[in-house]
T-cell receptor, first 116, second 109 residues
């Protein structure tokens, strides 16, 4: 069974530029998460989808971050414009369970963003 | 805000020794999970313990949960160099999984 795929693995941009990250969850997993992990810290939830609907985006900085999961499979996370403090690893995770019954999450390898 | 708080922040032991990491949390939970993260990689699920369980084993891992103290511990027995990683607890209440800051474990061969 293929795992959660993310791309790109690394991205370096200058502040005020834009960037997009892509995630392909495990086939059949209904719930998809984007987490931000700043160096030395634990992952922080940005947004949770169940199928193509948003369940929780309370911690997503909506003035610069956006995410979508249009067909309930792949997802894209965009940052525009980027700030220095957005330098982090962006982790995508998926779960076969519904949003209200978390269980084990399956993580991708992450996309490391450096903002100069 | 982060729910779990792992202790210690960093731990260095010799191969063959046991490693114990602790996690404290603030609000009621449905379950608590432990994850491992190797440097530069994603998180890997280790074990899940439900709020009505007190202890759970998986291979060399032993997890305890004390809901009255809002705390959990992860014990890795007979550690190996390959166990070198960061370990995170994550709590599942009425919100998506909330992760702590992690314990960085170094196992020296």
């Amino acid at each position: 069974e293929a795992g959660v795929a993310q791309s790109p693995r690394y991205k370096i941009i200058e502040k005020r530029q834009s960037v997009a990250f892509w995630c392909n969850p495990i086939s059949g997993h209904a719930t998809l998460y984007w987490y931000q992990q700043i160096l030395g810290q634990g992952p922080k939830l940005l947004i949770q989808f169940q199928n193509n609907g948003v369940v929780d985006d309370s911690q997503l900085p909506k003035d610069r971050f956006s995410a979508e999961r249009l067909k309930g499979v792949d997802s894209t996370l965009k940052i525009q414009p980027a700030k220095l403090e957005d330098s982090a690893v962006y982790l995508c995770a998926s779960s076969p369970r519904g949003a209200s019954n978390t269980g084990e999450l399956f993580f991708g390898e992450g996309s490391r963003l450096t903002v100069l | 805000s982060q729910q779990g708080e792992e202790d210690p922040q960093a731990l260095s032991i010799q191969e063959g020794e046991n490693a114990t990491m602790n996690c404290s949390y603030k609000t009621s939970i449905n379950n608590l999970q432990w994850y491992r993260q190797n440097s530069g990689r994603g998180l890997v699920h280790l074990i899940l313990i439900r709020s009505n369980e007190r202890e759970k084993h998986s291979g060399r891992l032993r997890v305890t949960l004390d809901t009255s103290k809002k705390s959990s511990s992860l014990l890795i027995t007979a550690s190996r160099a390959a166990d070198t990683a960061s370990y995170f607890c994550a709590t599942d209440g009425n919100t998506p999984l909330v992760f702590g800051k992690g314990t960085r474990l170094s196992v020296i061969a």
